[in-house]
Nanobody
Framework: QGQLVESGGGLVQAGGSLRLSCAASRNGFSRYAMGWYRQATGKERELVAS???????NYADSVKGRFVITRDNAKNTLYLQLNSLTPEDTTVYYC????????????????WGQGTQVTVSS
């Protein structure tokens, strides 16, 4: 399946920004759809943003206009730019690679990153 290594999380003040990265070691990166999820303690994992192999993107309503998902196929890396952060964005973020992007919706595949903590202080 290959390995996914996330980085970029941290502590930031409300209104600040972070950029998360997800580096993949698997072959064929450019052929895969991908997504970013987040999961707060005691809650289900939530799809935040997704991107098709063609670059089509989709976002959860809660982050639309604030977060931007991009991919760099030459670097085998997926990104999530987090802007205008609020304390409600505090949680662990996970990348997922190799799912299905169909009709504007992303269905996760089996490959997950280890998670990176984002903490937003008020």
């Amino acid at each position: 399946q290959g390995q996914l290594v996330e980085s970029g999380g941290g502590l930031v003040q409300a209104g600040g920004s972070l950029r998360l990265s997800c580096a993949a070691s698997r072959n064929g990166f450019s052929r895969y759809a991908m997504g970013w999820y987040r999961q707060a303690t005691g809650k289900e994992r939530e799809l935040v943003a997704s991107i098709s192999m063609y670059g089509t993107t989709n976002y959860a309503d809660s982050v639309k206009g604030r977060f931007v998902i991009t991919r760099d196929n030459a670097k085998n890396t997926l990104y999530l730019q987090l802007n205008s952060l609020t304390p409600e964005d505090t949680t662990v973020y996970y990348c997922n690679v190799g799912g299905i992007y169909d009709g504007g919706r992303y269905y996760s595949g089996p490959s997950w990153g280890q998670g990176t903590q984002v903490t937003v202080s008020s």
